[in-house]
C-alpha cells in the first residue's frame, strides 16, 4: 500500500511517502493506525500526540472506512489554506 | 462556467474581475482576495509556505464550486490558489463568484471559502529569521453557519 504525507506529518514521519504490504488482518483505517503504530516508534508518536485526517484515493474517510480497494492512502495535519 | 488553477505564480486580480464583466446578464460580481498577513509580533515574518496535494485539493476545490453552482445559480467562478514560498502582502487565494443578484454572489464567495478553509488540502508554514513554524488550524473557521 502507498501511502503519503504531508506538511507536518511528512516532517515528524521523516519522508513524503511509504510503501508498506499490510497484512490481511488490517481492514479499516483503524486497523491500519494500530498497524502502523507498532510498526515503528515514529508512527506510535504522529497518532498517539498530533491531529491527523486521513484521506483514501483523495477523499477524506473515517476510522471505520475500509481500504481494501484503495490505491492511495494520505495521511496529513488539519489544513490550513485560504 | 468554472476556472480553478493552482499555481505558484503572482496573478492580477483586477484583470481577472474585468473578464467576469463581459457577462452582459448577470451584473453581480463579488471577490475575495485572500492575502500574506505578519499576525506574529514577536519575529518579523519573512516567508510563508504553502504546500498542498495536488490531486486532492483540485477535487476538493472542484466538489466546492459545483456545490455552491447548484445552491445559488452560479454563472461564473474562478479561484486561483497558490502554492510554494510567498511575501508578506502577496495574494494567496481569490475567488470571484458571479450570479444575477448580488445576495447570491456574496453568499456563494463566503461558502466557497469556508470550505475552503476547512477542507481544501493546502498547508502554511512560516519562516522567520529564527525558526519556522507550521499554521495550526483555526478553530473558528470551523463554525460555519451556512
Redesign the interface.
Known sequence: MKI?F???IRELIGKEEENITLPENVVTINDMVSFLKEYNKIYYNVFENYDFFI?CD?E?VDMDYKISNTKEI?I??????? | MIDIRIQSSDFNFEKEIKKFQKNKIDGAVVCFLGSVRDLNSEEELKKLEIEYYPKMAKKVLNETVKKAFDKWKLSQCLIIHRFGKLNVNEPIVLIITQTKHRKDAFRANEYIIDFLKINAPFWKKEHTNKDSYWVEQNKKDLDISI
Open positions: 503519503i504531508f506538511a507536518k484521506a483523495e477524506l494520505a496529513f495535519p488539519p489544513v490550513t489554506g485560504g
